[in-house]
């Protein structure tokens, strides 16, 4: 079965650095991968959506990368700020349909000033 | 806007008892979701619907049973409550192919 990968220890890094967060899945390709942001005690958030066709997707200081041939994308966040200080969630969509949604466990990011 | 909503926030059960998770949206979405959220866990999903009528299995259903009778509304029932059901309940709701909004939660300890 598809399996998702996010490093489970935190990620600490400075104010203004860029955060870089992992996300592998195993066995065949997604149709799309969706980043999601999680705050303590709220639900997740959406903030991006990439295709099977597409390298790369950006939105203001949020990049997404997919390699379909690594079975890998990469989150990144420049110029990070505290107010970053999140869990991070990547999630698989194995169909367009929205039902067959895996979502992985999500990385901790602090982000100090 | 509110978005999806969920009652109650927070909850303490005793083993089998049975209760309701309420889960409404106002997004005229046709499809809803309920998930459970388990301590370095991924979101599993419980149950899922594509309109109303129409409600189907996710991956860990047993132990809970739904229905959606309108668009707006996707009540989770749990029966005879058992210490597993612990966790944190989200539902979601979306349009068709496109990302899911989710609610704030119900946290849910059975004792």
């Known amino acids: 079965s598809q399996k998702i990968e996010q490093n489970s220890e935190a990620l600490n890094i400075q104010e203004g650095k860029t955060a870089t967060l992992t996300c592998n899945y195993t066995?065949?390709?997604?149709?799309?991968l969706q980043w999601y942001r999680q705050d303590p005690g709220r639900g997740p958030v959406f903030l991006l959506l990439i295709r099977e066709n597409e390298k790369e997707k950006r939105k203001e200081r949020l990049k997404v990368t997919f390699d379909t041939t690594l079975k890998q994308s990469l989150f990144h966040i420049t110029a990070s700020q505290p107010a970053d200080s999140a869990t991070y969630l990547c999630?698989?969509?194995?169909?367009?349909?929205?039902?067959?949604?895996?979502f992985g466990a999500g990385t901790r990011l602090f982000v100090k000033a | 806007n509110a978005g999806v909503t969920q009652t109650p926030k927070f909850r303490i059960l005793k083993i089998g008892q049975s209760m309701t998770l309420q889960c409404t949206q106002d997004?005229?979405?046709?499809?809803m979701y309920w998930y459970r959220q388990d301590p370095g866990m991924g979101l599993k999903l419980i149950y899922y619907?594509?309109?109303?009528?129409?409600?189907d299995k996710g991956e860990v259903p047993n132990g809970y049973n739904v229905s959606r009778s309108t668009t707006e509304d996707f009540p989770l029932r749990l029966e005879l409550a058992a210490p597993s059901q612990t966790s944190v309940y989200f539902c979601?709701?979306?349009?068709?192919?496109?990302?899911?909004?989710f609610g704030d939660g119900t946290r849910l300890s059975i004792l």
């Open positions: 997004m005229n979405h046709n499809y």
């Open positions: 999630a698989l969509d194995m169909d367009t349909g929205g039902f067959k949604t895996i």
């Open positions: 619907s594509v309109g109303a009528g129409i409600t």
């Open positions: 066995n065949y390709s997604p149709a799309y």
């Open positions: 979601a709701s979306s349009r068709w192919g496109e990302p899911q909004h």
